[in-house]
């Protein structure tokens, strides 16, 4: 009999796999899992077929089961849930924390959500999802977990041990206990270390901490990141506008949604327009790139046509066409950079940052000097190497020089305009600012050529 292969992320074990799951060979799935970690299971299944990952999904325990549904990317996702039966959804369900099953149920449509949470066991579990679906996904009432440890400041020790083995059966992690009234407002915290080094009949009053940073169910997820990355915390209780404790975030929540947002402006940055990866179908791949492109050769057409216009001042000097893609390469990359920097700084925004006008001072300033520095360099460059007289020299000098305060000026300000209108400004870098770009850019120096050359 061939021995049963441990689980490992190859091709060759994916074959095993497939070959195993055509003959119905459970044993061997089932031993080669055990250990394995969830994530890397679900990588593994997205590379299966459907009819293959179902099957998988079916024969493995539900809490497994569950914390692979969990790991898989959206599309898997969706595919995944369109497929089990609803009674098969809701048993995996009943195994997560009420925010992993929310954001599963998010995917799915009114009628076949609502079919799933009628088929929970728990109806403690039904009515935290219902309420966690009222949030926005990205604020932190869409964020936070129902599931967490409370203690009220009027029990003892002894009674808040209890508290904790009961409702820990519920809990994944455990990083804090939080303290409460009767009303059920948040007070503090109180961390395991003194509870166990507390006597029986020491009141939780008399030993929590008052100091703790909340936040409130309506802010906006990337906020919430901020304050835990500004605190370095773990978690983070949710509250209402009551100050009523209502949920609580863990570090594991916000790192997705940070991978989420980053992956999201690296495409917009480049010209997607739609969150797509590698594995997706060739359409959905094309049509996402196809608008920037589409407006990248149109801008090339307007600048071609733009050139056309001096077609007579390029017969006379001929020269001026060998320099339009240094000019526009310039443009580019000083706009991509400005853009990128202010795109940056959006990101990260603190109480001490610059006003907007100090941003649009401090880049118009940096310019300055890169344009001078390039302006020089070019001169130099086109007199003495290339041995163009001094009036040409300067014409590409100058128009450099405008050239660059021009890109400057755009990438500065183009990103600042979309935030002030709650546009992602991720998209005025890349594609967005080199067209529009090349067009000024193409604008400038022919027009300083008109003015020195006499065109």
């Given at each position: 009999?061939?021995?049963i292969?441990s689980?490992?992320?190859s091709k060759?074990?994916l074959?095993?796999?497939?070959?195993?799951?055509?003959?119905?060979?459970?044993?061997?799935i089932i031993e080669?899992?055990?250990?394995a970690?969830v994530?890397?299971?679900?990588s593994?299944l997205?590379?299966?077929?459907?009819?293959?990952?179902i099957?998988?999904?079916r024969l493995?325990p539900?809490?497994?089961?569950?914390?692979?549904?969990?790991?898989?990317?959206?599309?898997?996702l969706i595919?995944v849930?369109r497929e089990?039966?609803?009674?098969?959804?809701?048993g995996l369900?009943?195994?997560?924390e009420?925010?992993?099953a929310?954001d599963?149920?998010i995917?799915?449509?009114?009628?076949?959500?609502e079919?799933?949470?009628?088929h929970l066991?728990?109806?403690e579990?039904?009515?935290n999802?219902?309420d966690?679906?009222?949030?926005?996904?990205?604020?932190a009432?869409?964020?936070?977990?129902?599931?967490?440890?409370?203690?009220?400041?009027?029990?003892n020790?002894?009674?808040?041990?209890?508290?904790?083995?009961?409702?820990a059966?519920?809990?994944?992690?455990?990083y804090?206990?939080?303290?409460?009234?009767n009303?059920?407002?948040l007070?503090?915290?109180?961390?395991l270390?003194?509870i166990?080094?507390?006597?029986?009949?020491?009141?939780?009053?008399?030993?929590?901490?008052?100091?703790?940073?909340?936040?409130?169910t309506?802010?906006?997820?990337e906020?919430?990141a901020?304050?835990?990355?500004k605190?370095?915390?773990?978690?983070v209780p949710?509250?209402?506008?009551k100050?009523?404790?209502?949920?609580?975030i863990?570090v594991d929540d916000?790192?997705?949604?940070i991978?989420?947002?980053?992956?999201?402006?690296?495409q917009?940055?480049?010209?997607?327009?739609?969150?797509?990866?590698?594995?997706?179908?060739?359409?959905?791949?094309?049509?996402?790139?196809?608008?920037?492109?589409?407006i990248g050769v149109i801008?090339?057409l307007?600048?071609?046509?733009i050139?056309?216009f001096?077609?007579?001042?390029?017969?006379k000097?001929?020269a001026?066409?060998?320099?339009?893609?240094l000019?526009?390469?310039?443009?580019g990359?000083?706009?991509?950079?400005?853009?990128s920097?202010?795109?940056?700084?959006?990101?990260?925004?603190?109480?001490?940052d610059?006003?907007?006008?100090?941003?649009?001072?401090?880049?118009?300033?940096i310019a300055l000097?890169?344009?001078?520095?390039?302006a020089?360099?070019?001169?130099?460059?086109?007199?003495?190497?290339y041995g163009?007289?001094g009036?040409?020299?300067?014409?590409i000098?100058l128009?450099?020089?405008c050239?660059?305060l021009?890109s400057s000026f755009?990438?500065?300000?183009?990103?600042?305009?979309?935030?002030?209108?709650g546009?992602?400004p991720?998209i005025?870098?890349?594609?967005?600012?080199?067209?529009?770009?090349?067009?000024?850019?193409l604008?400038?120096?022919?027009?300083v050529?008109?003015?020195?050359?006499?065109?």
């Amino acid at each position: 009999m061939e021995p049963i292969k441990s689980f490992e992320l190859s091709k060759e074990y994916l074959e095993s796999l497939q070959d195993s799951i055509e003959i119905q060979n459970n044993g061997f799935i089932i031993e080669s899992f055990e250990g394995a970690n969830v994530a890397d299971i679900a990588s593994l299944l997205d590379e299966l077929n459907m009819d293959e990952a179902i099957y998988v999904l079916r024969l493995l325990p539900a809490s497994t089961s569950a914390d692979i549904l969990i790991e898989l990317d959206e599309d898997s996702l969706i595919q995944v849930i369109r497929e089990l039966e609803t009674t098969e959804l809701a048993g995996l369900i009943d195994q997560m924390e009420s925010d992993d099953a929310a954001d599963i149920l998010i995917l799915m449509s009114t009628k076949d959500r609502e079919g799933v949470i009628s088929h929970l066991k728990e109806k403690e579990k039904s009515a935290n999802i219902l309420d966690l679906l009222r949030y926005d996904e990205d604020s932190a009432g869409g964020l936070m977990a129902k599931e967490f440890i409370r203690a009220n400041k009027n029990w003892n020790v002894v009674q808040t041990i209890e508290e904790i083995r009961r409702q820990a059966e519920k809990v994944e992690k455990i990083y804090s206990i939080y303290v409460v009234d009767n009303r059920q407002h948040l007070l503090g915290r109180v961390s395991l270390k003194k509870i166990i080094l507390a006597s029986a009949d020491t009141k939780i009053s008399d030993i929590y901490e008052p100091e703790l940073i909340s936040i409130p169910t309506h802010m906006e997820g990337e906020e919430v990141a901020e304050i835990m990355r500004k605190y370095d915390l773990e978690s983070v209780p949710v509250v209402n506008a009551k100050n009523r404790l209502v949920g609580r975030i863990t570090v594991d929540d916000i790192l997705d949604l940070i991978r989420e947002q980053s992956e999201e402006d690296i495409q917009a940055m480049t010209g997607i327009s739609a969150d797509v990866e590698e594995s997706d179908s060739i359409f959905r791949i094309s049509k996402a790139r196809l608008p920037w492109l589409l407006i990248g050769v149109i801008g090339g057409l307007m600048g071609a046509k733009i050139i056309g216009f001096f077609e007579v001042g390029l017969s006379k000097y001929i020269a001026l066409a060998s320099f339009i893609p240094l000019v526009a390469a310039t443009g580019g990359n000083v706009g991509i950079q400005s853009s990128s920097l202010v795109v940056q700084s959006l990101a990260s925004k603190s109480v001490f940052d610059d006003t907007p006008l100090q941003r649009f001072t401090k880049g118009l300033l940096i310019a300055l000097v890169n344009g001078v520095v390039l302006a020089a360099f070019v001169f130099l460059v086109v007199v003495f190497l290339y041995g163009f007289d001094g009036i040409f020299g300067l014409t590409i000098g100058l128009a450099m020089f405008c050239v660059v305060l021009l890109s400057s000026f755009m990438g500065t300000i183009t990103p600042l305009v979309l935030d002030r209108f709650g546009i992602n400004p991720a998209i005025a870098s890349g594609p967005f600012i080199t067209t529009a770009n090349d067009l000024l850019g193409l604008s400038v120096y022919f027009g300083v050529a008109m003015l020195l050359l006499k065109l």
